[in-house]
């Protein structure tokens, strides 16, 4: 069974940071674009860093470029999110997702079929 489970979310001071995990299971992660996503409320869907399959490449949404970190434990099947300097307007439920490798070869804007649930970070005082 193709699942991805997020965890690691949760309520977090301003200025905090978190670390997100993405626990595959029925895929391997080494082999697929890995993406980070977050959805706030009232909010579209929007991608934050994607790592490429057995991490050639890693790709990073402007606005959170220099907050935020992908990586991956291959031994765990797992990808992570590290997120830093944590603002309320971080608030939102973040998801993974995973899709086979593309001949666009921007993990960034790839067609993501596989998605974990969410997990939500919420930043406040």
């Known amino acids: 069974q193709l699942q991805l489970v997020e965890s690691g979310g949760g309520l977090v001071q301003p200025g905090g940071s978190l670390r997100l995990s993405c626990a595959a299971s029925?895929?391997?992660?080494?082999?697929?674009?890995v993406g980070w996503f977050r959805q706030a409320p009232g909010k579209k869907r929007e991608v934050l860093a994607c790592?490429?399959?057995?991490?050639?490449?890693?790709g990073y949404e402007d606005s959170v470029r220099n907050r935020v970190t992908i990586s991956s434990d291959s031994a765990r099947n797992t990808v992570y999110l590290q997120m830093f300097s944590l603002k309320p307007e971080d608030t939102a439920v973040f998801y993974c997702?995973?899709?086979?490798?593309?001949?666009?070869?921007?993990?960034?804007?790839?067609?993501?079929?596989?998605w974990g649930q969410g997990t939500q970070v919420t930043v406040s005082s």
């Open positions: 997702a995973a899709v086979l490798p593309t001949p666009v070869g921007n993990c960034l804007i790839a067609d993501y079929s596989i």
């Open positions: 029925g895929i391997d992660l080494d082999q697929h674009y």
């Open positions: 790592i490429s399959n057995n991490e050639r490449i890693k």
